[in-house]
């Protein structure tokens, strides 16, 4: 049975490698985003706004909402970073930064993810399939703090 979530969980995983800090952070660059957007447009309209106004705080809020699937998987991935840590299991951490986070802005290529496991097996050091098993634990992390559904196969 394919696991569904994994192609989920990776992206979530790169997708933070590759905005590169805490989801809060993101929330808070999104925030700055839209707010300086907003300033932009009524600065053409207005000149010399130097306070947000209020209408332009509620609107650089929806923005933010508008991106919370995003958030929630940066949060997501946040919480599985700092459980492995509690967990000492620096290990997977170093797994996980080898084969999702480097060069998170390209796509995967075929044979990608084995080659970087190769590479993460001779780094750690540990065997390929430790590593593979390693990366599974933590997608399946990732799905525990997002709140998504894990079938297994024979289960209700």
Same mark, same amino acid.
């Given at each position: ?18 905005? #590169? ?21 009524e600065?053409?309209?207005?000149? #010399? ?14 923005a ?5 699937s ?17 967990r ?38 540990? #065997? ?21 559904r ?7």
């Amino acid at each position: 049975m394919k696991d569904y979530l994994r192609d989920y969980a990776t992206a979530a995983f790169r997708f933070y490698a590759q905005n #590169g800090m805490s989801a809060e952070k993101y929330k808070q660059k999104l925030y700055i985003e839209a707010l300086d957007e907003i300033k932009k447009k009524e600065t053409q309209v207005k000149d #010399g706004i130097s306070k947000p106004t209020e209408q332009a705080l509620i609107a650089a809020e929806k923005a933010v909402n508008e991106r919370i699937s995003e958030i929630n998987d940066m949060e997501a991935v946040d919480k599985v970073l700092a459980e492995l840590e509690a967990r000492h299991k620096k290990h997977i951490i170093k797994a996980i930064e080898i084969v999702y986070f480097k060069d998170a802005d390209k796509e995967f290529t075929i044979g990608d993810i084995q080659d970087r496991v190769h590479v993460a097996s001779t780094k750690i050091p540990a #065997g390929e399939r430790s590593i593979y098993r390693w990366l599974k634990q933590a997608r399946e992390l990732f799905s525990y703090q997002r709140g998504l559904r894990i079938y297994k196969v024979g289960s209700n």
